[in-house]
């Protein structure tokens, strides 16, 4: 059983929503910014001495769900202040980036930790080809090609040229190449994504539940996955399969149900609720004309209902980790700790609780 600490680095100092996306930045503070950052790193590293396996950032792009446009560029700084963790990045989605430099940047970051990198390769989110204003018809194949020559970069003695339908280059040679051959992990949000995850042999991810539909898709995915393997000849273990929910821990169930509520209106009213006009936008182009959990946001007691959340005290807390991992079948089990407009000091107390009264009693 592994545990990944996930964040985005949400800012969490707004009064009211946005009124369209992108977010505008009129106003920002600076100095909160930096203790934003700072605190996150700071957060970052404590969650390896609590006992989280994984270290995780995701990427985002002009909006407040998260301050993090390359999450590489943060896990490098977590990297000099942590030894055993692994390092997750969630996020450098290849369709919206060069993929030698996605290439180029993960083999850093392996060589700079010693070897702990986790490469993650998302298709990207609407939002974020909003944001860029690039087209998300062809992502797919991108993403899919993309990913082929990032692992032959990461391998082949070079120079080599690679001539393919999106990408060509007349000579690669990356230094520094990784250390080992990272764990790869990929989303679960349509077909296609779950046959490129299985083809890798990689973790397939969920890391974002706002609502039941997420997680019977999810379930749905993994059940494909499994298929997919089988038929391919191989077997997937428990540690295919990834799953991050939103974690809360206090000294009782009602102080934690107190925060999460907090915590979760406001992600849902002023952080994410801004871009959905741009995501039922981008149906045909990015989703197929099918939107994954294009529904509401779910209350706190809806998600506790069908374990879309780990809330409360510890023993509790810990009662929901073990039915997560039994219900999903999952092998690793993020709890994003930071999110919405929990305080740094609230998020350093759930660590401290999860390290004493937690992780040593996780089965």
Request: proline residues 6%; negative net charge.
């Amino acid at each position: 059983m592994k545990f990944l600490y996930y964040t985005s680095l949400p800012w969490p100092h707004l009064a009211e929503p946005f009124p369209s996306f992108p977010h505008t930045n009129a106003g920002l503070d600076p100095a909160l910014m930096n203790q934003l950052l700072s605190d996150s790193v700071a957060l970052l590293v404590a969650a390896e001495r609590a006992g989280f396996d994984w270290l995780g950032v995701g990427e985002e792009h002009m909006n407040a769900y998260g301050v993090a446009p390359n999450p590489t560029l943060v896990l490098s700084a977590v990297a000099a202040l942590t030894s055993t963790a692994s390092l997750a990045v969630l996020g450098n989605p290849i369709p919206l980036l060069n993929p030698l430099r996605v290439a180029e940047e993960y083999a850093w970051l392996d060589a700079l930790s010693g070897g702990r990198l986790v490469a993650g390769f998302p298709r990207g989110v609407p939002q974020n080809f909003a944001a860029y204003g690039l087209d998300s018809a062809d992502s797919r194949e991108r993403l899919a090609e993309g990913i082929a020559l990032v692992r032959e970069a990461w391998t082949a003695p070079g120079p080599f040229a690679w001539e393919g339908t999106y990408y060509r280059y007349p000579s690669v040679s990356i230094w520094p190449q990784p250390m080992h051959n990272p764990t790869l992990v990929m989303s679960c949000k349509s077909a296609e994504s779950v046959r490129i995850a299985v083809q890798h042999r990689a973790v397939m991810a969920e890391i974002y539940v706002k609502n039941r539909e997420v997680l019977t898709h999810f379930s749905k995915a993994k059940s494909t996955y499994v298929e997919l393997a089988t038929a391919d000849g191989w077997q997937p273990s428990t540690d295919n399969f990834c799953l991050s929910l939103p974690c809360v821990i206090a000294e009782n169930d009602a102080d934690a149900m107190a925060l999460a509520d907090r915590a979760l209106g406001y992600q849902a009213t002023r952080l994410t609720g801004s871009y959905e006009r741009e995501k039922r936008e981008l149906t045909g182009s990015y989703f197929g004309g099918t939107q994954v959990g294009s529904g509401t946001y779910d209350t706190l007691a809806a998600r506790l209902e069908y374990g879309g959340v780990i809330c409360g005290s510890p023993a509790t807390v810990l009662e929901q980790i073990n039915q997560a991992t039994d219900t999903f079948g999952v092998g690793i089990l993020g709890l994003q700790m930071q999110f919405g407009n929990l305080s740094t000091a609230e998020i350093q107390r759930g660590l401290e609780l999860f390290a004493t009264e937690v992780r040593p009693h996780v089965r």
